[in-house]
């Protein structure tokens, strides 16, 4: 198995696992209770509704990496080093220790200092695996600013903490982040091609399968929620994404720049209400109904869906962007693999 087939398999196995996994997960935390009852003030559902779905997209993720790799494995050299290899053990150890922390968040209702302080920690596991910010590439050239090790790994916790809280700040709406994900997963799966990183190209196609099998039982109205568990792992995976490959000398690395651009709308909104609430001597931590979509429906009057399709379509336009600024749309219609 090879080329094409490789990612579509992982597409198909991702999103049929956590499809038929994410009824089980319905039931077993109906069962036990673990259900949001929406006394959150971020929260705009009023029916009490598990929230534990993050198991079920993490399962359909590691599940698809696991089957599909081991194929690929049988059939040829997937990986291009052992570098490619720790990588890829790194990223997945990575995501089950913050899919761990976040469940244990949907469980126990951890205070945010320690859920802080539990992030942090993950990072710096990560970091230890290789994942280290050591330069960011300066737009529209070939140059890049290169970062001393005092810079470089505040700069990578930072990123980290960051990104995974932007992810898990803009879970508020059915159906909003399993759909950014999906679409924001596609779209780094074809630059990941671009830049001939299978790895990645993998990671972030089984994501998105994953993301997509999870979406219409989260869609509005939703029979489930990803929960702290599902949102965290999934920022975790987007902070990892961007920095793989910067350890090899093989210019492969999809960089900072590209999420941050796919992902605008969750960084710039999150940046926006931290500022916010730090401006009104409100606990930055505090839920509230001042993200962006929330004003799109508080504000401007749109249903859930009409504000969540909204922002699916933002979600494409960014998306298409980076594709388009990476060069991708003329590399891929001269045929390209």
Known sequence: MSGIWLYLAALIVSTGTTALLTPLIVRLATHIGMLDQGEEERRVHDAPTPRIGGVAVFT???????????????HG????????????LGLLFGSTLILGVGLWDDIMHMRPRN??????????ISMAYGFVIKDIKIPFTADYVKFSPWVAYPLTVLWYVGMMNAINFIDGLDGLLSGVTAISGLFLFAIALLHHHAVVALVTIALA??????????????????????????????????VMGEGSKKAIAIGLLVPLL?????????????????????????????????????????????????????????GATALALEGGFGHFAAGAP
């Open 60 to 74: 359909g993720f590691a599940f698809a990496l696991f089957a599909v790799l081991g194929v690929a494995l049988a």
């Open 209 to 242: 399968g994953a993301a997509l099998g999870f979406l219409p039982y989260n869609f509005n109205p939703a029979k489930i929620f990803l929960g702290d568990c599902g949102s965290l792992f999934i920022g975790f995976v987007f902070a990892t994404l961007s």
């Open 262 to 318: 796919v992902l605008a709308l969750p960084v710039l909104d999150t940046a926006a209400v931290i500022l916010r609430r730090w401006r009104s001597g409100k606990n930055i931590t505090e839920a509230d109904r001042g993200h962006f979509h929330h004003h799109l429906i508080f504000r401007f009057g749109l249903d859930v869906r009409q504000a969540v399709l909204l922002i699916y379509a933002v979600c494409i336009l960014l």
């Open 77 to 88: 050299n997937f990986f291009h080093d052992l570098g490619d290899i720790h990588e890829f």
């Open 115 to 124: 859920k802080l302080v539990a992030q942090i920690v993950v990072a710096l």
